[in-house]
């Protein structure tokens, strides 16, 4: 799955809860998904790699396919929903991460991921650092391992 449509799923997921996704908000649970399915499974949730911007989390792609809604809701009525699939196991694990961190605000999101060491390790001031996949796996494989 490439990350646009990993988003759309996102997007998709938050809908049917009743939840609104801002492109802030989008950047930082697309984060999420990718981060615990690497945990959870051992495999990225997508190809593209992710950076560290100031406000958290970025994947490019995604980025340049919904700058253009600034902080407006994107909804699934913006794209062809008949693109977006994925196997059962990926939408168990993107549905629990969309439990626990999809009622956060954007600002919420972007201070969780500040908080944290994959954001914080690869963050510069003025430039978008890649934050490593190995980097993002291990730490989230041990943040479940200790029960957050």
């Known amino acids: 799955m490439n990350a646009v449509n990993a988003a759309r799923l996102v997007v ?8 609104a996704t801002s492109h802030l908000a989008l950047q930082k649970l697309l984060f999420y998904c990718h981060a615990y ?3 959870f499974l051992n495999k ?26 600034g902080s407006q809701t994107i909804t699934p009525e913006d794209f062809d929903i008949s693109q977006v699939a994925a196997p059962q196991e990926t939408l168990r694990i993107m549905s629990l991460v969309l439990s626990r961190y999809g009622s956060f605000s954007p ?4 201070n969780m991921t500040h908080q944290e060491s994959p954001w914080k390790e690869a963050y510069s001031s003025g430039q978008n ?12 494989q041990q943040f479940i391992t200790n029960g957050q």
């Open 12 to 19: 998709l997921l938050q809908y049917q809860a009743g939840k």
């Open 37 to 39: 399915h690497m945990a």
């Open 44 to 69: 990225p949730l997508f190809n593209e790699t992710v950076e560290a911007w100031a406000y958290g989390p970025v994947v490019q792609s995604v980025y340049q396919k919904y700058t253009g809604y």
């Open 107 to 110: 600002m919420e999101l972007v």
């Open 129 to 140: 650092n890649i934050i490593e996949n190995d980097t993002i796996k291990n730490y989230y």
